[in-house]
Antibody
Framework: QVQLVQSGGEVKKPGASVKVSCKAS????????ISWVRQAPGQGLQWMGW????????NYAEKVQGRVTMTTDTSTSTVYMELRSLRSDDTAIYYC?????????????WGQGTTVTVSS | DIQMTQSPSTLSASVGDRVSITCRAS??????LAWYQQRPGKAPKLLIY???SLESGVPSRFSGSGSGTDFTLTISGLQPDDFATYYC????????FGQGTKVEIQ
């Protein structure tokens, strides 16, 4: 079945970086994209960006532009999201979600979420 | 950026009720709108895409309508599993979510 499995939770200090992985299975990786969405404690959903599984093209939200990098490893059907210069307000659950090969689309399959805690 | 505004923020209802949640975009997005359900501690689940298309496996009591700037999610005959938070998402230009509507038991 179609599945996205994310890496485990992380605790980081302010100013550090975090890299979260999202391994896809059950579908042809290159025919879909992956979006990253985060949710701060008790808050709503925030789209962070998208990467194409076909050619690695990316689009990032203005709020995290310059601090985020999304990459793919097509040999393992894995997408990575790295966030740098972490601040306390980056504390959130980070989700990857399958979307179409276009950057803007609905998200039909979601990972289980990865909790990232930023604390000194 | 396109802003998405949902109303109400909280909705109290009973099992069997028909409820509606509205979502307004700050500019026209055509029908590039999706609706999600999120239960506590779980990832969001896609219900509706392209404003009115029901995702496979989603019960037919969920329906979506609208185009341009104004959209509605309707649940006809609320079931116990439907008490959750609902989000709209525009994907006309990049992506933006509404702030969410919590449907709680009256």
């Amino acid at each position: 079945q179609v599945q996205l499995v994310q890496s485990g939770g992380e605790v980081k200090k302010p100013g550090a970086s975090v890299k979260v992985s999202c391994k896809a299975s059950g579908y042809t990786f290159a025919t879909f994209g992956i979006s990253w969405v985060r949710q701060a404690p008790g808050q709503g959903l925030q789209w962070m960006g998208w990467i194409s599984g076909y050619n690695g093209h990316t689009n990032y939200a203005e709020k995290v532009q310059g601090r985020v990098t999304m990459t793919t490893d097509t040999s393992t059907s894995t997408v990575y999201m790295e966030l740098r210069s972490l601040r306390s307000d980056d504390t959130a659950i980070y989700y990857c979600a399958r979307t179409s090969v276009s950057s803007s689309d609905s998200m039909d399959v979601w990972g289980q979420g990865t909790t990232v805690t930023v604390s000194s | 950026d396109i802003q998405m505004t949902q109303s109400p923020s909280t909705l109290s209802a009973s099992v069997g009720d028909r409820v509606s949640i509205t979502c307004r975009a700050s500019q026209s997005i055509g029908t590039w709108l999706a609706w999600y359900q999120q239960r506590p501690g779980k990832a969001p689940k896609l219900l509706i895409y392209k404003a009115s298309s029901l995702e496979s496996g989603v019960p037919s009591r969920f329906s979506g309508s609208g185009s341009g700037t104004d959209f509605t999610l309707t649940i006809s005959g609320l079931q116990p599993d439907d008490f959750a938070t609902y989000y709209c998402q525009q994907y006309n230009t990049y992506s933006t979510f509404g702030q969410g509507t919590k449907v709680e038991i009256q």
